[in-house]
């Protein structure tokens, strides 16, 4: 049976961003949410994003928390996972999609190890989209949905073999496969 993921990444405590994204996954109805890392804290290099309200976001993502895979940014705290009903503190992970393996990280801690073609590495941190296929493995970076560094908020879809980049309205930016 196919998967659909809805990835996102660098939420950074802002709820207008997170209410936005929860619309999204309503519309988009995957199969599970990847969260990249740096759920609710804007971190000491950021400017508090608009409508920061941590408490807010903490409980649209507990409404989420079954669906939820996350992995720690070098914003996340152990005082996160406390608040959070769902794990968020591996520094990766690995998940197996319609036979591609997906190396699940922040990417603050380096690239992965050496993927095999036909793999994926997804991550965030930069705040800045990237659809690349590198020697047949796909890197996939969803931008940030609160402090976007490249001027769009974006998150990323997963579904029939290919990523797809989306604005948080919504909007088609890129698309790539194996």
């Known amino acids: 049976m196919p998967v659909k993921l809805l990835i996102a990444s660098d939420l950074h405590g802002a709820a207008p961003a997170v209410h936005a994204l929860a619309a999204r996954i309503e519309a988009e109805a995957p199969d599970r949410i990847v969260l990249l890392g740096d759920l609710l804290y804007h971190g000491p290099r950021n400017d508090l994003p608009a409508g920061y309200a941590p408490k807010e976001v903490i409980a649209v993502l507990n409404g989420l928390a079954e669906r939820i895979v ?12 406390m608040v ?18 997906l190396y699940l990280a922040h990417g603050h801690l380096g690239d992965p190890p050496r993927l ?19 020697e047949g493995v796909l890197y996939v970076n969803p931008g940030s949905t609160s402090i976007p560094k490249d001027g769009t908020a974006s998150y990323a879809v997963y579904e029939n073999n290919a990523f797809k980049l989306k604005t948080l ?7 790539r496969g194996w």
Request: hydrophobic share 40%; net charge negative; aromatic share 6%.
């Open 70 to 81: 996350a992995v720690r940014g070098n914003c996340d705290a152990e005082v996160d996972q």
């Open 84 to 101: 959070l009903d769902f794990p968020c503190m591996a520094d990766y992970a690995l998940v197996e999609v319609d036979g591609h393996e």
């Open 116 to 134: 095999a073609p036909g793999s994926a590495f997804l991550s965030g941190h930069t705040h800045v989209k990237t659809l690349d296929n590198r």
């Open 169 to 175: 309205e919504g909007a088609m930016l890129a698309e």
